[in-house]
């Protein structure tokens, strides 16, 4: 069973950085995708960045290219989430998702596990 654990969340100010993290179990081998989601109040959940864990193959949505910089440690099983010059409206519940195939997108479609969320909230 996959598990996904996320981390780091927290308040700031605008301007300020944060680093999220998020740690996988259970089904770390083979092809997959694994990317950042966030949904804020009142918005269906968007993609932020996605990365392919055999070619590092990565997307970001146009809102985080610039600020956002996503990686992953394979031999941690860890992905992670830079985050810098954040904004009001990156104010939203941060999620880890996965999927079991080489194709990577920002749609949550197809995406078949799930973290449980790390607030992110800023505050202008």
């Known amino acids: 069973q996959v598990q996904l654990v996320e981390a780091g969340g927290g308040s700031v100010q605008a301007g300020g950085s944060l680093t999220l993290s998020c740690t996988a179990s259970?089904?770390?081998?083979?092809?997959?995708?694994i990317g950042w989601f966030r949904r804020a109040p009142g918005k269906e959940r968007e993609g932020v960045a996605t990365v392919y864990n055999r070619g590092g193959t990565i997307d970001y949505a146009d809102s985080a290219k610039g600020r956002f910089t996503i990686s992953l440690d394979n031999a941690k099983s860890t992905l992670y989430l830079q985050m810098d010059s954040l904004k009001p409206e990156d104010t939203a519940m941060y999620y880890c998702?996965?999927?079991?195939?080489?194709?990577?997108?920002?749609?949550?479609?197809?995406?078949?596990?799930w973290g449980q969320g790390t607030q992110v909230t800023v505050s202008s």
């Open positions: 259970g089904f770390t081998r083979g092809d997959y995708c």
């Open positions: 998702g996965l999927r079991s195939t080489f194709f990577c997108s920002l749609s949550e479609s197809g995406y078949t596990y």
